[in-house]
Structures are given as C-alpha cells and as structure tokens.
Nanobody, 123 residues
Framework: QVQLVESGGRLVQAGDSLRLSCAAS????????MGWFRQAPGKEREYVAG???????YYKDSVKGRFTISRDNAKNAVYLQMNTLKPEDTALYYC?????????????????WGQGTQVTVSS
C-alpha cells in the first residue's frame, strides 16, 4: 500500500516557475515507477511526466524542455519542476505510482493516486 500526498500548487503568472512535490508512504517506494498527471476542468486526466524505477524520464510533448521530473528514493519523494508556465498548464496535478519498473501514459496503469494539487497560471 502506498499513500501519496501532493503539494506546491498555487496561483502564478505566465512565465513563472513552480515546483510540485509528492510525498509517498511505504518502504517500497523505490520499486515503483512514478508519474505526474493533470486534469483541467471539462477535460480528461492526461499524462504529463514519468520517471521509471531506474530514473529514466518521459514527458508529454507539450512540456518537454519546460518540465523536469525527479525522484529522491531516500526521502520517498517525487518532484515536478515546471518552468515557463503557460495558461494552458492550468489544472489539478496528480501524483501516481505504478507497481512496475517503467512508466505508462495510461491512467488505468497506475495503482495509487494522490488527491491532487491545483496549479493556476494567469495570463
């Protein structure tokens, strides 16, 4: 069992940076692939970024070069550094854990989810 708690979301202006954090419980955190997803009002939840058990990273095309995902297994945490934020990045951001070595872009492939943290980017 893994519990995930996101933090760091807030209202920012276009062009600003923000760092989201996800704290995980459990002694087997390092065995999970981790992902960040987001959901805007009226839209489906979508994959943003993921990091494999071994540290390989994978990004949605629209965030490549702006977002960076990282993990700290000693702290049971995963982070999402978001730079050059745009209004279209506005969404509820979720952290998710997948009991496999590698990430997947499909929502249904993840076993545990946090409650989300709201990111709002004003123009």
């Amino acid at each position: 069992q893994v519990q995930l708690v996101e933090s760091g979301g807030r209202l920012v202006q276009a062009g600003d940076s923000l760092r989201l954090s996800c704290a995980a419980s459990g002694r087997t955190f390092s065995s999970y692939a981790m992902g960040w997803f987001r959901q805007a009002p009226g839209k489906e939840r979508e994959y943003v970024a993921g990091i494999s058990r071994g540290g390989s990273t994978y990004y949605k095309d629209s965030v490549k070069g702006r977002f960076t995902i990282s993990r700290d297994n000693a702290k049971n945490a995963v982070y999402l550094q978001m730079n050059t934020l745009k209004p279209e990045d506005t969404a509820l951001y979720y952290c998710a854990a997948r009991a496999r070595a590698y990430v997947d872009i499909r929502v249904d492939e993840y076993d545990y989810w946090g409650q989300g943290t709201q990111v709002t980017v004003s123009s």
